[in-house]
């Protein structure tokens, strides 16, 4: 069975910077692994995939040159520096086992996390 699990998240202020974790349990090698968004009132939006053996990585340009995206064995990792307070949402972590694009649509993906809130003060 395939589980995805985001690590908490957390409050800081805007400039700070705050590491998620998403442990992925059930599957070796998905072909493509996401991080979403979703702020109340909108869309979840994808923000940065990896896919792993390439490897690859995609950015939203909101958040291009601040998030980093890595993978370490199970682990999906999202580095985020230099916050904003348009960064405060809920992130969820995603993957897909089989060949899908363009790698921040949301449709592309198949397991999810259940979600974990960042919240930026200004």
């Known amino acids: 069975q395939i589980k995805l699990r985001e690590s908490e998240g957390g409050s800081v202020e805007a400039g700070g910077s705050l590491r998620l974790s998403c442990t992925v349990q059930g599957v070796s090698n998905p072909y493509v692994l996401a991080w979403f968004r979703q702020i109340p009132g909108h869309g979840r939006e994808g923000i940065a995939a990896i896919y792993p053996v390439v490897p690859s990585t995609y950015y939203a340009d909101s958040v291009k040159d601040r998030f980093t995206i890595s993978k370490d064995n199970t682990k999906l990792i999202l580095q985020m520096n230099n916050l904003k307070p348009e960064d405060t949402g809920t992130y969820f972590c995603?993957?897909?086992?089989?060949?899908?694009?363009?790698?921040?649509?949301?449709?592309?993906?198949?397991?999810w996390g259940q979600g974990t809130q960042v919240t930026v003060s200004s």
């Open positions: 995603a993957i897909r086992t089989e060949r899908c694009a363009p790698p921040l649509r949301k449709g592309c993906y198949t397991y």
